[in-house]
């Protein structure tokens, strides 16, 4: 099955710095890639997601890639703010999983003031 | 805007219990996911269906979870007895039609089990 990891776990930057995180996978079938931030104690919400059928996509400070031939995906946040401050997680899925999601570990960030 | 609801939003159990927990997706969402987060990780599929069938149980532990959704609205997962080891968050998702559409997921239910 699918295993996708994450890296790295935790992650500190200063308010204004760019934060990014990267995750591998392993099947070469997945073709959907969510990313998730989850605060303490509420529900994972979705903050972007790409297809296979594209490399890149932006929204507003947030930006994902996709390098399909590596099977790496990577977020970005750009002047990144103390509201950044959570958990992100990656995921991936195929049509042939059945659309399960298989998520990564997650990465705590902290943007410090 | 729609979200999906669960109930209840934390329960603390003995080991041996039987706790039971409530999903409902967002109106016209045909499928229905099941997570279990365990704390510190990213959450783990329990159960999927489409609409009133399961598609995918391979990762529910059959000899003590059950799930079931009679009508294919809203859903109930089970755990009986209940273990140690299943003290985690609970989270129901759904999604329009399934295959790659964004999955929305609700609050979660936080289950200890002492």
């Known amino acids: 099955g699918e295993n996708v990891e994450q890296h790295p776990s935790t992650l500190s930057v200063q308010e204004g710095d760019s934060a990014v995180i990267k995750c591998t996978y392993s099947?070469?079938?997945?073709?959907?890639f969510p990313w998730y931030k989850q605060e303490l104690g509420k529900r994972p919400q979705l903050i972007i997601d790409i297809r296979s059928n594209v490399g890149e996509k932006k929204d507003q400070r947030i930006a994902v890639t996709l390098n399909k031939t590596a099977k790496h995906f990577s977020l970005h946040i750009t002047e990144t703010q103390p509201e950044d401050s959570a958990v992100y997680f990656c995921?991936?899925?195929?049509?042939?999983?059945?659309?399960?999601?298989?998520f990564g570990e997650g990465t705590q960030l902290t943007v410090n003031p | 805007e729609a979200e999906v609801a669960q109930s209840p939003r934390y329960k603390i159990t003995e080991k041996s219990q039987a706790v039971a927990f409530w999903c409902d997706p967002i109106?016209?969402?045909?499928?229905l996911y099941w997570y279990r987060q365990i704390l510190g990780q990213g959450p783990e599929l329990l159960v999927q269906f489409q609409d009133e069938s399961v598609v995918d149980d391979s990762q529910l532990p059959k000899d003590r979870f059950s799930a079931e959704r009679l009508k294919g609205v809203d859903s109930t997962l089970k755990i009986q007895p209940a273990e140690l080891g299943d003290s985690a968050m609970y989270l129901c998702?759904?999604?329009?039609?399934?295959?790659?559409?964004?999955?929305?997921f609700g609050p979660g239910t936080r289950l200890t089990v002492l």
């Open positions: 995921a991936a899925s195929t049509e042939t999983s059945g659309s399960r999601l298989t």
């Open positions: 998702a759904s999604s329009p039609s399934g295959a790659t559409d964004t999955q929305y």
């Open positions: 099947d070469s079938a997945s073709n959907y």
């Open positions: 109106s016209g969402h045909a499928t």
